[in-house]
């Protein structure tokens, strides 16, 4: 479980529901909340998060605000531990390490041989 706050610039209901109706394509998904003040939209679910911002960025601007585990209140005692030894990702990074630089090939011509019978 996944969850993604990303703000995005929304004019009226009816971009709202555009994207709204975007992200909820996407399998997986769990939950889907609108905060139109903020303009963020928050994302909880199995899913990709770079696969749900490049399509939201596709039509409009968007921000990642935060990705991360979603947190389970179920009746869970905290034991007043924090998580000490749990690093945060930055969006930024996990966003590049899905993107890296295309790979470059390179063509060296083989030498024909002058006995060669298949040639």
């Not at 930055?90 to 041989?113: C, G, M, N, Q, S």
Request: net charge neutral; charged share 35%.
């Amino acid at each position: 479980m996944k969850k993604l706050v990303v703000k995005v610039d929304l004019h009226d209901d009816r971009d709202r529901s555009k994207a709204m109706q975007v992200v909820s394509g996407f399998g997986g998904i769990g939950s889907l909340n609108m905060d139109m003040k903020d303009g963020k939209l928050t994302v909880s679910g199995d899913f990709d998060p770079v696969k749900v911002v490049n399509k939201l960025r596709k039509s409009w601007r968007t921000e990642i605000v935060s990705v991360g585990p979603a947190k389970e209140d179920d009746g869970k005692k905290d034991d007043g531990k924090k998580d000490e030894g749990k690093k945060k990702e930055d969006p930024v990074k996990a966003y590049e390490a899905y993107y890296f630089p295309p790979l470059t090939y390179h063509y060296v011509p083989h030498e024909e041989t002058p006995n060669c019978v298949i040639c």
